[in-house]
């Protein structure tokens, strides 16, 4: 799933990164407007005294396959799933059910589509938005999934503005002052159908790059968790335009470390997860009314000895299911000792609410027994049980080798040769 907003990422994860060299699920929530300003408060600042976090040692199950490489078909793919793929030579987007031989090119598709830098898919996987490009202005066009319905969403938007998904029935835009240099700017609230804008309630300023990602919110859409100026992380009140700081527990380590989408606030708490080299620290539905306490402490999974997680990232969460996935290299793996392919890794997913870690002796860059270069983030399909990548011809994620579709229940894997990933979708009919 190539966009600017996906690429953008990139470039932000590169930034704090050891090496030079990626949706987040979204909000559902509706948004509360405001015009009053924003009040910072000042109680429950961190302090020295940070709780230790308490290791735990998972059990470790190892999917063992005889046969790992089968056709997509063999994977069983619910009917009214599909792939949206893009087809580097003709510059086109293509489709593809689990029934298909070969993807099908998306009819409708507006001229002028700048498909080549990817599309935005909704939270329910039904529609997607790409930009239609014109001098230095952009029209953004929603389609469904099958091509079928098409339209102008969001006309003559100025340069340097992005967009995301926040419900399926609306949208952010994001303006970018500077690039990845400087925070963007929420400008207004859509709803791409009907072309309706909502009031835009300011958000208070966070800092790099935790300003980059998809806002934590609330269920209900009246506050979001944020890392403000100071370094702390903090809740914002939409209506009264107030902040209490939170996390008082979290050393300045941590703090740093933890993304907005590392955290998910649900009518269960609040579960956040924090990667380390060799551990990850976390906590799963924690009450909202202990969010300010002192004495919450987190755990720590510890990972397998000799390994740790590249590029300190995750590759893939569902936190309501408190599942993680990631790729393991070895602990002596040098970030300076730069090669044009992605090192030998082993992806794994770490179930935290059952303390198992499944390993699948994967290693995602790995195709016809010859490392290439692996996206750093892998997509869930809408029901969460396959996920997909792309690989490439080294030394970029310039040109796309295959798609790489991955069951997460069996460890089996359909490639498809030639097509880069670009999102999964979902239709009403098979």
């Known amino acids: ?3 600017f907003w996906g690429s953008l990422l990139l470039v932000v994860l590169v930034a704090c990164s050891p090496v030079s060299v990626v949706i987040t699920p979204s909000s559902t929530a509706n948004v509360v407007p405001t015009n009053t300003a924003i009040v910072p408060s000042k109680a429950v600042l961190p302090t020295d005294e940070i709780s230790i976090p308490t290791p735990i040692t998972p059990e470790v199950k190892t999917i063992v396959l005889k046969l790992r490489e089968v056709k997509l078909s063999d994977l069983e793919l619910s009917k009214t799933t599909r792939l949206i793929l893009y087809y580097q030579p003709s510059e086109s987007l293509r489709i593809m059910s689990g029934q298909d ?6 009819p409708n598709i507006a001229s002028d589509a700048w498909i080549f830098i990817g599309i935005d898919m909704s939270p329910d996987h039904k529609w997607f938005i790409y930009e239609v490009t014109k001098g230095t202005y952009t029209d953004y066009w929603v389609s469904s999934v099958d091509g079928q319905e098409q339209k102008v969403a969001i006309p003559n938007a100025r340069a340097r503005t992005a967009v995301r998904w926040v419900t399926n029935e609306q949208i952010e835009l994001w303006y970018y002052p500077d690039g990845a240099r400087a925070c963007p700017e929420r400008e207004s609230i859509i709803n791409p159908f009907t072309q309706k804008t909502l009031n835009s309630p300011e958000v208070p300023p966070s800092i790099t790059p935790q300003c980059f990602f998809d806002l934590s919110t609330s269920p209900d859409g009246s506050e979001i968790i944020y890392l403000n100026e100071d370094g702390v992380w903090s809740i914002y009140n939409f209506g009264s335009a107030q902040s209490r700081n939170v996390f008082p527990w979290l050393s300045k380590s941590q703090r740093f470390t933890l993304w907005p989408k590392y955290i998910r ?13 060799e551990s990850v620290d976390f906590i799963v539905d924690l009450p909202i009314a202990d969010i300010s306490n002192r004495n919450v402490s987190l755990n720590q999974v510890l990972l397998p000895s000799g390994k740790k997680i590249y590029n300190k990232a995750f590759s893939w969460l569902d936190l309501d299911k408190g599942l993680l996935g990631f ?27 059952n ?4 390993e699948y002796n994967l290693d995602r860059a790995n195709t016809g027994e010859i490392q290439k270069v692996v996206s750093p983030f892998v997509y869930p399909s809408a029901d969460n049980r396959f996920l997909a990548w792309t690989i490439y011809e080294p030394p970029s994620t310039g040109t796309a080798i295959e798609t790489v579709v991955f069951d997460r229940e069996t460890g089996r894997i359909a490639r498809i040769k030639g097509f880069e990933f670009y999102g999964w979708g979902e239709v009403n009919q098979p």
């Open 327 to 353: 790729d393991l290299v070895n602990s002596d793996y040098s970030y300076a000792d730069y090669t044009e392919t992605s090192p030998s890794s082993n992806f794994m997913i770490l179930d935290l609410k």
């Open 101 to 106: 031989n070969q993807p099908h090119k998306i």
């Open 1 to 3: 799933m190539k966009s």
């Open 355 to 358: 303390s198992v870690l499944y």
């Open 265 to 277: 606030w649900s009518t269960n708490g609040v579960t956040l997860v924090i990667p380390r080299e």
